[in-house]
């Protein structure tokens, strides 16, 4: 038996039907795509009075901000510690160090290195 040969008709009916198939999919990929919004929008949307993620962003803006106090290397600064000059969280400064930044050395202050 020989393979049954293909009239131009069907074979038009094919690419017809496979192109149509091939540009629905598209359609609809690009539906799907196009109705998610862009990671930039999401976190502009929290500063905008959006509710996803304002408070977590508000917060890690706040860590950074104390992240970035200097204490003099002489202290710490605690987002809940206390409120500095400006408002701010200060420096908690160690022992026989003072001032807003911990780079005044209290006169005559000794220090238990073993504790």
Known sequence: ???????????????????????????????????????????GAASNGGCSLSWSLQAARDA???AAT?????????????????????CECNTCFQGPDCSVRTPDCTVDADR
Not at 4 to 20: D, M, Y
Not at 70 to 90: N, Q
């Open 64 to 66: 950074e901000s104390v």
């Open 1 to 43: 038996m020989e393979p049954a040969s293909r009239t131009p008709g069907v074979l038009g009916l094919q690419v017809l039907l496979c192109s149509s198939l091939l540009l629905n999919a598209l359609l609809v990929a690009h539906h799907i795509l196009s109705a998610l919004p862009a990671p930039s929008e999401l976190l």
């Open 70 to 90: 200097g204490c003099s290397g002489h202290g710490r600064v605690f987002l809940d510690g206390i409120v500095g000059e400006d408002g701010r969280p200060g």
